[in-house]
């Protein structure tokens, strides 16, 4: 090894070191807030009911599930789901327009057995299916299927803050995950 | 000098990646900024010097500067200018340095596509992959040395080794190479979920796909890797359970293992340690794969070069190893499951299943493969575990992951009831048990083939019925013709359509190998010209040999014709070939003659010749095809459910419509 090569070594060397080095030198930041993981979490959270909600509708067309089935796990999903947005839109409000249309479009299809539905629900509802991934197929089935379930959906109007299980009307404690009901 | 520079370019890369991994881990625990970006860039450096340094060494193999001990050991001036690229890969030190090329490589794919999201988990991720190059870069440093030099320069290189100098052998060790390397990135993020207790569904979903691309390449690899040894070798076959086949194979069946548990987690937020414990059996299993390939431990017909790495692979591994395990206790209290399993008939009952068999036959694989490592410890004496041996002892249980393969994509999540069931399974269950009296009555009464085929068979029905039931839903939902309805359910849902896809590329392997394995003929004749062989209805005549000279080698090349019909009609005339290397006269390299039909391939290997007679091995070989189009029905599938979701509409809520409950 001659010298004149380990001239062009060190040559080579100092430049990178100072590009692997310079973001030492710079003002010290802090990589994420604490809370911005909690969102993260949540929000891959949502991602995932959401899915599942989709997969589960997809295996009762196919016939691996059936209505019994589909429909508990179906309202069980759907009431994590609200409560999981629930929880987002507490760390981060706003956090994405699209959770709070979703909201609005969970909200509104529950509501529908209580009151007619209004143009404007019905096309949110559509346009939410969209968002979570389901096809225009299933939206239309599901508005189809009608009536049966939201009478469903409305007899537990509730859900457990902390896990999304449906909760009856004057229980003080979630019966899927035991947590202390909040007042409403 | 360049060459100079290309061990100092080495020695700074080293440094570097030492330097990452330390900010890395320091600037995940401390969430700093600074240290974060420090290992984002010294992750991008490393790549550049790596890939300065294996641009030196091409330069060096290309431009015949045989001074340096692997470019006079792996090449010479009339090897084709192909094989001097691939020659980069030939040798113990230049494979060791295009393993880190390619780590290096993914390393800043990782880099570049997170470094805006995952913020918590990118610095300990760089960390993990840096603190892996730094561990190549110690043996390329201190080992292995791939720009020695010599003091004058020889006239002319030793030449390659022949059986590398074919097209399939430079692409094949590429596939591996990406599909073992790039196993890293899971391990990567699963360290870096662990150390930043950040444990829930995210790094899964990350992983996923993380894990399907260097799965894709390892499964392609392998198939090549069979393709080479069946064209090459000779011998008839494909895969013969040797220690370097093994050491591929290994990580595969427990990547393969985790792509399906991690479903059950990301669904039901369950198996969250079984998770990752295969992440990293996987991570091991590469580290070893590669350390019995390179040092030499476990003899084989692979293991071209042999050198001192093994400590270095031996301390590394003990390292990945504790530390790992350590870190998994530590953590154990966050990777409770949050659900628990409904019932046995349900569709993570049948992963669970398919996962132990997985780990079953992936442990039998490493017993086997070490056995004769031990056996030498304890007794002194290398008894070898050989392909019979294998082949029992991993039948059964892949006969019984085929018939999990089938089962497992028929059951819902959580719960399967009765009737549902009966409606998934009486058709598959009707047409496998007509099958399977067809097949006893009129072809073989021979239990595991039948049992075999049946399978795949079961397996080809539960698919076809999947696609059907799945387009008939869409159909009924959105009136789309048939055509459209398959291309929008793949495409909308191809985790598990293609899923599927692969599902079937492994049936086709496995009716392939169970021909190969129960049916295959042959025979070994010498002919004089003019005379013929026989075997399995096929007529073979021998019409001559010729010898030709090419850039480094003779190809003495024999042509045989192939009839059908007792002689009647003739089919092709196949020329199997031997070469030989002017610089290794004493290691002809085979190349096969070769007639392939859907149902099977006439297969001619030439062992010798004299004046006027030739010596041939002929096969007749069962549905050999079908191995190569479930290999390629495998990356399909892999693409099509890697291939991102088409981008959703998002239709803006109408004004006016509450926003609270």
Redesign the interface.
């Known amino acids: 090894m001659t010298w004149l090569s380990l001239a062009i070594g060190l040559i080579i060397a100092l430049p990178v070191i100072a590009y692997v080095a310079r973001p030492l030198f710079t003002p010290a930041r802090l990589l994420y807030a604490t809370d911005d993981s909690r969102l993260g979490d949540l929000l891959a959270r949502k991602d995932t009911v959401l899915s599942n909600i989709k997969e589960i509708e997809f295996d009762h067309q196919t016939g691996k599930l059936n209505t019994e089935d589909y429909a508990q796990y179906n309202q069980r999903l759907r009431g994590q789901a609200l409560s999981l947005l629930k929880r987002i839109d507490q760390i981060a409000p706003g956090a994405g327009d699209l959770d709070t249309q979703l909201e609005a479009a969970i909200a509104a299809r529950r509501k529908v057995a209580a009151a007619p539905v209004s143009d404007a629900a019905a096309a949110t509802a559509a346009s939410v299916t969209e968002i979570a991934g389901t096809d225009d197929a299933t939206t239309k089935q599901a508005t189809e299927a009608g009536g049966a379930k939201e009478v469903v959906m409305q007899r537990s109007a509730s859900f457990c803050h902390h896990c999304g299980a449906p909760v009856e009307p004057g229980d003080r404690f979630c019966r899927a995950c035991g947590t202390r009901l909040r007042e409403e | 000098?360049i060459f100079?520079?290309g061990?100092?370019?080495l020695?700074?890369a080293l440094v570097?990646s030492f330097?990452?991994t330390v900010?890395g881990y320091w600037?995940?625990r401390t969430?700093?900024?600074?240290?974060?970006?420090?290992s984002f860039?010294?992750v991008y450096?490393v790549a550049?010097?790596v890939l300065a340094a294996a641009v030196i060494l091409w330069y060096g193999l290309l431009a015949d500067q045989f001074q340096l001990a692997y470019v006079w050991n792996h090449s010479e001036r009339a090897l084709p200018l192909f094989y001097k690229f691939s020659a980069l890969w030939g040798g113990q030190a230049g494979s060791l340095l295009f393993w880190t090329l390619l780590l290096s490589g993914y390393s800043v794919a990782v880099a570049l596509t997170f470094r805006t999201r995952?913020?918590?988990l990118m610095?300990f991720v760089n960390a993990t992959l840096l603190i892996t190059s730094f561990f190549f870069l110690v043996l390329l440093v201190f080992s292995v040395h791939p720009f020695e030099q010599y003091e004058f320069r020889p006239a002319d290189g030793q030449g390659l080794n022949p059986l590398l100098q074919n097209y399939w052998m430079v692409i094949h060790p590429i596939m591996l190479y990406m599909g073992w390397v790039g196993l890293t990135v899971p391990f990567a993020f699963a360290v870096a979920s662990l150390l930043?207790k950040?444990l829930?569904?995210?790094w899964v979903?990350i992983v996923r796909r993380w894990t399907l691309i260097p799965w894709m390449f390892l499964s392609a690899g392998i198939i090549m890797g069979s393709q080479w040894a069946y064209m090459e070798l000779g011998w008839g076959g494909y895969w013969a359970w040797d220690p370097v086949e093994n050491a591929s194979f290994l990580p595969w069946l427990t990547a393969t293992a985790f792509l399906h548990s991690i479903i059950i987690q990301?669904?039901r937020g369950m198996l969250k340690v079984w998770n990752m414990v295969l992440v990293w059996l996987t991570y091991v299993l590469v580290i070893l794969g590669t350390f019995t390939t390179r040092s030499g431990i476990l003899e084989s017909v692979h293991s071209f070069a042999q050198s001192d790495v093994g400590p270095y692979f031996l301390g590394f591994l003990i390292l990945i190893i504790f530390s790992f395990i350590w870190l998994l206790f530590d953590r154990m209290p966050l990777l409770r499951s949050e659900s628990a399993m409904d019932s046995v008939l349900s569709r993570e009952a049948a992963f669970l299943a398919n996962n132990w068999l997985f780990t079953g036959i992936a442990f039998a694989v490493l017993w086997g493969t070490f056995f004769p490592m031990f056996s030498e410890i304890i007794t002194g004496q290398r008894i070898s575990v050989a392909a019979p041996w294998f082949n029992k002892v991993t039948g059964p249980l892949f006969l019984l992951l085929f018939v999990m393969m089938g089962i497992g994509p028929?059951?819902?999540?959580?719960?399967?009831?009765a009737?549902?069931l009966r409606?998934?399974f009486t058709w598959p269950l009707l047409l496998s048990l007509l099958f399977a009296l067809v097949y006893w009555l009129l072809v073989s009464k021979q239990f595991y083939p039948m049992m075999g085929l049946t399978a795949c068979l079961f397996v080809t029905a539960t698919i076809v019925q999947?696609f059907l039931?799945?387009v008939l839903?869409?159909r009924?939902?959105?009136g789309e013709n048939p055509f459209t309805a398959t291309w929008?359910l793949m495409r909308?849902?191809g985790q598990r359509y293609g899923g599927y896809i692969v599902h079937l590329g492994i049936v086709l392997i496995g009716a392939a190998v169970i021909g190969n394995q129960f049916y295959v003929q042959t025979t070994n004749v010498t002919l004089a010209q003019g005379e013929s062989a026989d075997l399995a209805g096929y007529r073979f005549t021998y019409n001559g040999l010729s010898a030709e000279h090419q850039d480094n080698r003779v190809e003495y090349r024999a042509y045989v014709s192939i009839f059908a019909d007792d002689g009647a009609r003739l089919l092709r005339t196949v020329s199997p070939q031997r070469n030989v290397y002017d610089k290794n006269p004493d290691m002809p390299t085979s190349e096969v003659g070769i007639y392939v039909l859907p149902s099977e391939d006439l297969y001619v290997v030439l062992n010798g010749w004299s004046e006027n007679s030739a010596t041939f091995s002929i096969f007749v070989n069962p549905l050999t095809l079908w191995l190569w189009v479930g290999g390629v029905l495998i990356v399909l599938g892999t693409l099509i459910a890697l291939w991102p979701?088409p981008r959703?509409?998002?239709?803006?809520?109408?004004a006016?419509?509450?926003?609270?409950?």
């Open positions: 000098m100079h520079i061990s100092l370019l020695v700074i570097v330097f990452g900010v600037g995940g969430r700093s900024a600074n240290l974060a970006a420090s860039h010294a450096a550049g010097l995952q913020a918590a610095p930043s950040k829930g569904n995210n979903r990301e669904r028929l059951l819902g999540w959580r719960r399967t009831s009737n549902k409606e998934q999947e039931r799945g839903a869409r009924a939902a959105t929008q909308r849902n979701h959703r509409k998002t239709v803006p809520a109408p006016g419509v509450p926003v609270r409950a």
